[in-house]
């Protein structure tokens, strides 16, 4: 269902009963990308969302880290949701982690998948904008089945190659199934680069936090053990034999992990 707030309209799923378990996707995803996991919360009521420029809520235009994380509360008021344990993968983590950040007293439980607080410094930031517009470029000029050849061959991304083929090609779907000025829009308005950093902020968050990262993926997990000892409550979990998608790569090892932190 698509719910609509300050002239933009999201698109929503809500299924079952239960204590609410939100699911963000990252970039260039959906909410289809949860569909290996979403099988192992039956007791839960799951809410799924499609972020600005991405599946079905496609292209909003340049929308703010602060202005998405404002849009999904007034979406929680509609769907009268008073209290969350919100799971962020990768960009949808720094999504969650803003929300949390903003509106601390929704949060029961806060589960971050590959993901970070964006990045501290100002000439940091400046650079990852000036990569961010050499991928901007990518997508114009290259439309979205040559951006998504590139995106796959990230080194981020080379353990997928361990997936069955049916599960790549349906990822490989997915990614294709965006829209491009989406997709653009999306990294100027809630890219790495343009976040402000939340660093300072993560000793000021009291609720538990579940800190998820692939142990192939050696940049995430540096960055979340160092999350790990500023959160004033929280746990790492590093699942081996996975990279930057640990829910796609080792899905039952992902939701029991998660299922344990949030029952």
């Not at 799971?87 to 999504?95: A, K």
């Not at 997936?163 to 990294?187: A, F, T, Y």
């Not at 800190?211 to 409550?233: Q, S």
């Amino acid at each position: 269902m698509y719910i609509t707030v300050r002239e933009r309209s999201y698109w929503v799923e809500d299924e079952g009963t239960g204590p609410v378990l939100c699911f963000l996707h990252g970039f260039t995803g959906s909410t289809s990308i949860w569909k290996e996991v979403r099988k192992f919360f039956p007791e839960f009521r799951l809410v799924l969302i499609d972020l600005p420029g991405h599946g079905k809520t496609g292209d909003l235009g340049p929308v703010s880290m602060e202005k998405a994380v404002h849009d999904l509360e007034m979406i929680f008021q509609r769907l009268e949701v008073t209290r969350v344990s919100l799971l962020g993968y990768s960009m949808g983590g720094r999504t969650a982690l803003c929300f949390a950040e903003r509106f601390p007293h929704l949060i029961d439980r806060l589960i971050l998948e590959s993901a970070s607080p964006g990045l501290s410094s100002r000439e940091e930031r400046e650079e990852r904008i000036r990569k961010d517009k050499k991928v901007i470029a990518l997508l114009q000029n290259s439309g979205i089945e040559g951006f998504t050849d590139k995106w796959e061959s990230l080194p981020l991304f080379e353990t997928i190659a361990s997936l069955p083929g049916h599960r790549q090609q349906k990822l490989r779907e997915e990614r294709l199934d965006n829209d491009i000025d989406g997709l653009v829009h999306s990294l100027e308005g809630m890219g790495t680069g343009v976040q402000p950093s939340m660093w300072d902020s993560l000793s000021f968050l009291m609720f538990p936090v579940c800190l998820i990262a692939g142990g192939e993926d050696k940049k995430y997990v540096a960055i979340n053990e160092r999350m790990a000892g500023r959160f004033p409550d929280a746990q790492l979990c590093v699942i081996e034999g996975a990279g930057h998608i640990p829910h796609l790569e080792k899905p039952e090892i992902f939701s029991e992990i998660t299922r344990s932190f949030v029952i």
